[in-house]
């Protein structure tokens, strides 16, 4: 079978982390026997190789990086909604115009987020060759179009081209219901993204001394990283709090993280270094809120994969995370709570067999058979 994935992040570079889990599915399918094309966001208009693919495997990239890999669309669309929207607006129109060319050789569309992806797919002039569409929502994608008021007519776009729907946690499926009649979502799945299992299994593990706290995650309001910051105030044992990633944050977090002890900013880091780094950690945070506007997250990958390496997470009771096995939940922005949770994983860590136990069934050769098998 010939499947297109359209995507906005994709891996730019051997390394990059960004839209990693995508990169993860369409090794997986292409693990299954299909023919895979890609198509996503990048500096410019180009067809180039694919990161640590094949030879001869090829992704067309249309330009849009600036909006989709500096922070986050969704943080874009917030910060500067008018030029941000614009953006993003005419990204939408050329990928529709790209789709028409390519997606009617296709037998089968994923589309990894609803907006613009998923969108874009069901305005293309694609005549009588449309392929069924699989469509997944990861998050900010959902909650920005209900925050623009959207969210019902994207679906009714989606419902009526006979797209299936894919959810990465059950609230944004419930988010979704509440905005449409229960019938407009019958066959959607929930259906977290898969992991390299072998891979995160096999990081060797070696905690420091003092025991290293990682974060990892774009510098953006919702990931919290300021409430880890606080919390190493109140952490009862000596640590070092390492945060892993970049975004338009990173100064105001630098300028707090000043008065406090023992936090080391790395900037965005690749896939080696961030794997180096569940390597030593002895706890993973995931301190994630939920927005005035009620944006909050699907299900971080990070906190996967971290269990996936046997290492413990402490995470916000928010968004997709609450659905997560053998995380250590907080509420969210309580810094105390959150240094109290962490000294008690550190004083009493859960076994590493017990952690990679509770994500066992997120391998992506089986999650890309899930996710086929919801295709229309």
């Known amino acids: 079978m010939k499947i297109g994935v359209v995507t906005t992040s994709y891996p730019r570079a051997a390394g990059d982390p960004a839209g990693g889990f995508v990169q993860g599915h369409v090794a997986a399918l292409r693990a299954l026997g299909h023919e895979v094309d890609v198509i996503a966001a990048g500096e410019r208009d180009e067809l180039v190789a694919e990161p640590e693919a094949p030879t001869g495997t090829r992704i067309a990239r249309l330009r849009g990086g600036d909006l989709f890999y500096r922070g986050g669309a969704p943080d874009r669309l917030e910060r500067e909604p008018l ?15 790209t789709l028409a060319f390519h997606a009617p050789r296709w037998d089968l569309a994923i ?12 305005a293309a002039r694609l005549g009588r060759r449309r392929p069924p569409l699989l469509a997944i929502a990861h998050g900010g994608d959902v909650h920005t179009l209900r925050r623009a008021r959207l969210l019902a007519p994207a679906l009714a776009a989606l419902r009526a081209t006979g797209a299936r729907l894919a959810f990465v946690s059950d609230e944004l499926r419930a988010i979704a219901a509440a905005a449409v009649p229960a019938r407009w979502l019958a066959g959607a799945i929930v259906q977290p993204m898969g992991l390299a299992l072998d891979r995160f299994g096999a990081i060797p593990r070696a905690p420091s001394d003092p025991p290293t706290i990682v974060i990892a995650s ?20 000596p640590v070092h709090l390492v945060i892993a990633g970049d975004g338009p944050e990173r100064a105001t977090l630098a300028a707090r993280a000043a008065d406090a002890p023992r936090v080391t900013f790395l900037g965005a880091v690749d896939t080696r270094r961030r794997d180096e780094l569940l390597g030593r950690a002895s706890v993973v945070v995931v301190p994630s809120r939920i927005l005035p506007n009620g944006r909050s997250e699907g299900t971080p990958l990070i906190a996967l994969e971290a269990l996936a390496a046997g290492v413990p997470v402490v995470a916000s009771a928010v968004g997709g995370l609450r659905e997560v096995r053998s995380l250590a939940l907080v509420p969210p922005d309580d810094p105390h709570r959150l240094a109290q949770t962490i ?16 994500v066992a069934d997120l391998g992506w050769p089986e999650v890309a058979r899930r996710l086929l098998a919801a295709t229309p």
């Open 83 to 97: 030029r941000a929207g614009l953006a993003g607006a005419s990204f939408s129109a050329r990928l529709a115009a």
């Open 343 to 358: 000294d008690d994983v550190l004083a009493h860590p859960p076994p590493a067999a017990t952690l990679r136990g509770s």
């Open 218 to 237: 774009r510098l953006v309001q919702v990931k919290g990283v300021d409430v880890a910051i606080a919390a190493m105030q109140h952490v009862r044992r």
């Open 111 to 122: 589309a990894h987020w609803l907006a613009p992806s998923a969108l874009a797919f069901t």
